[in-house]
């Protein structure tokens, strides 16, 4: 409210209050700066004004219109995203393949790994070591079939089918592979158009867990593209209540109103009054609300 330049000129009196004020407002001021703010403001008028904008600034934020990103916005992003993954499909590359300068490189910057037992985990930290531990096993069983003693890899690869793309998204989450081979993943199930079971579930299962609210934003466009399947509708919704990320929020809203579909009437509803939302994500649920109704 007060940058550092103003603050130098404020009265002696008001310099150790107007810092204060937000959390004044807020009520998780301790009890004594509590009255110090409180004596001060009846005797001075401009602490008070200074109150009386920090009162109305929600409703004037909350007020503003709903900006739309341009077109152009979108295809900026996909085209620097593959500049990015250009630049990083060799550090994507298995290390054996790469060359000894590069490997001798990643081995001395290595981190030193710990191992963590599954049963000093706790709540879902616990859960998702299992689902890790799963996965793990599942691709392990894949390339074990692959790669069994006394069949060469290449007659292999010609009488067993290739791993999968949402196998290798479900690796690529479980062992934390980067941000852009992940996405560079969802968007080749996306670019693939197939709306088997594997795709669908994959793509929930990213839109559900993933950490990146880049990967999930992802998913939920290409969820979106696969939306003659029937569970698409409900798994956009149902999603909806779990994310925090802003820029997710306001995409699934976009998302579910263009579905049209009944069952994103309660969750967007329950945004709508959610307190601890971002003022224009409530006001863009309320408005998808009442185009669903």
Known sequence: MVDSSEFSTLPAACQPVVPLLTAYLDGSLPSPQTATVAAHLPICQACELRVEQLRTLPKQLAALPMLTPPPALRA????????????????????????AAVRLTATAQRP???VIPLWEASGAGR???IAASVALLATGTVLGLLLRPGTR????RQSEPAVSLPAQLAAATAQLATTSYRIQL?????????DGDATVQALI????????????????????????DTRVGLALAQSLPHQTDPNVQLT???????????????????????PDALPAVRQQAERGASLLI
């Open 76 to 99: 900026d992003f996909l085209a620097a995203l593959a500049r990015e993954q250009a630049l990083l499909t060799p550090l994507m590359m298995p290390l054996v393949e790469q060359p």
């Open 112 to 114: 030193a790994s710990r």
């Open 127 to 129: 859960w998702l070591r």
């Open 153 to 156: 890899p290449e007659i292999a």
């Open 186 to 194: 969802v968007n080749e199930l996306n670019a693939t158009g197939t």
């Open 205 to 228: 299962t990213t839109l559900n867990t993933d950490p990146s609210s880049n990967v999930r934003l992802a998913a939920a466009e290409a969820l979106y593209r696969l939306r003659a």
């Open 252 to 274: 699934l809203i976009e998302l579910l109103v263009a579905l049209h579909d009944k069952q994103a009437l309660a969750p967007l509803e329950r945004l709508a009054r959610q």
